[in-house]
């Protein structure tokens, strides 16, 4: 079982940078591929990153590619997303999700667990 918070959304404007992390309890962070994804007005769930257990392999969706980075650090069972040149667009409700495995690592219904989101606004 992982339990998993994230903090660090917030009210931003276009152009600005916010960094979101996600804490995960439990001694097995290691062993689970973490993600991102987000949900914003009237959308739906969209994948935003993923890493693999040690790091190795990250995937991004092209909307953030180049903007975002996803990092993650074992010791500290904590999951990170940098987050620079902010659009309106990117306003959303920001989740943390973890899972065995990475095949298929942008397909959602692959997570088992979930964070309660962040909001993520930003303003023109």
């Known amino acids: 079982q992982v339990q998993l918070v994230e903090s660090g959304g917030g009210l931003v404007q276009a152009g600005g940078s916010l960094r979101l992390s996600c804490a995960a309890s439990?001694?097995?962070?290691?062993?689970?591929?973490m993600a991102w994804f987000r949900q914003g007005p009237g959308k739906e769930r969209e994948f935003v990153s993923a890493?693999?257990?040690?790091?190795?392999?990250?995937y991004y969706a092209d909307s953030v590619k180049g903007r975002f980075t996803i990092s993650r650090d074992n010791a500290k069972n904590t999951e990170y997303l940098q987050m620079n040149s902010l659009i309106v667009e990117d306003t959303a409700v920001y989740y943390c999700a973890a899972r065995r495995g990475f095949d298929e690592a942008v397909n959602d219904l692959r997570y088992q667990y979930w964070g309660q989101g962040t909001q993520v606004t930003v303003s023109s």
């Open positions: 439990g001694r097995t962070f290691s062993s689970y591929t």
């Open positions: 890493i693999s257990r040690t790091g190795r392999n990250i």
